[in-house]
């Protein structure tokens, strides 16, 4: 399939409006981030990192079985989430009150679990969205 024609120029099709183009040093061209999502920008690969590593230390049930990485999507109720999400963030604010004694979990592992759950939750919103779509 080709998308450019000889003259170096992409179909009619294809070509936007009032795009810019980047040229680098090398020569190369792409076109311009503007407008584009920049999850390099929006995501700290800190984050990212001990989020993974919360969720592995989790993918053993409290049974000792393994449960898949993808286990979640099999769709868990969003009450299921908003419950747990509320719980976990009650023991953020013990942890950033001076009250991290009281939590029940560490504050990096709270801080986790409310990202699960908050993206738990958005993923069947989302979902539900796409349902109604079609």
């Keep these: ?6 003259s170096g120029k ?14 680098f040093a090398s020569g190369a061209t792409r076109s311009s981030d503007g407008g584009k999502l920049d999850y390099e920008g929006y995501l700290s690969p800190l984050v990212v990192k001990r989020f993974g590593e919360f969720m592995l230390k989790h993918q ?18 969003k009450t299921a989430y908003l419950k747990s999400l509320l ?31 908050s993206m738990g939750l958005l993923h069947e919103l989302l979902k539900e969205r796409e349902r109604e779509r079609d």
């Design 10 to 23: 992409p179909p009619l099709a294809l070509r936007k409006p009032g795009a810019q183009v980047t040229q």
């Design 87 to 117: 719980r976990h963030v009650v023991d953020v604010w013990l942890h950033v009150s001076g009250w991290g004694y009281k939590a029940t979990e560490s504050l990096e592992d709270s801080l986790c679990a409310t990202m699960f759950n």
């Design 60 to 77: 053993t049930q409290e049974d000792g079985k393994e449960r898949t990485s993808d286990n979640w999507k099999k769709g868990i109720p």
């Design 1 to 6: 399939m080709r998308f450019i024609d000889r």
